[in-house]
Nanobody, 122 residues
Framework: QVKVVESGGGLAQAGGSLRLSCAAS????????MAWFRHAPGKEREFVAA????????YYADSVKGRFTISRENYKNTAYLQMNGLKPEDTAVYYC???????????????WGQGTQVTVSS
């Protein structure tokens, strides 16, 4: 049974930091590609960041480049999203998604977590 679990969301002030974690199990790959998406009220789901199976390929949305850092543990389906310089517009539910080969399209992913709320106050 596939399980994808996010943690680490919460409330932060503008300019502050939060670190999200994602742990996945039961997957057909021992080290899958992992990605973060977010969904804010009234907006479409948005790609945030992705990291390849080896960690050698990393992708970021322009809106978070230079502020967010995605990383992973080697040979494990565990990933992190370090979010610095948070802005009110980063407020959203953040989802971890898993796929053998990462893409920036949410519809390509079959495995998702339940999401974790990130709220940034001004």
């Amino acid at each position: 049974q596939v399980k994808v679990v996010e943690s680490g969301g919460g409330l932060a002030q503008a300019g502050g930091s939060l670190r999200l974690s994602c742990a996945a199990s039961g997957l057909p790959c021992s080290s899958c590609g992992m990605a973060w998406f977010r969904h804010a009220p009234g907006k479409e789901r948005e790609f945030v960041a992705a990291i390849s199976r080896s960690g050698g390929m990393i992708y970021y949305a322009d809106s978070v480049k230079g502020r967010f850092t995605i990383s992973r543990e080697n040979y494990k389906n565990t990933a992190y999203l370090q979010m610095n310089g948070l802005k009110p517009e980063d407020t959203a539910v953040y989802y971890c998604a898993v796929r053998f080969i990462v893409t920036m399209e949410g519809n390509d992913y079959s495995y998702w977590g339940q999401g974790t709320q990130v709220t940034v106050s001004s």
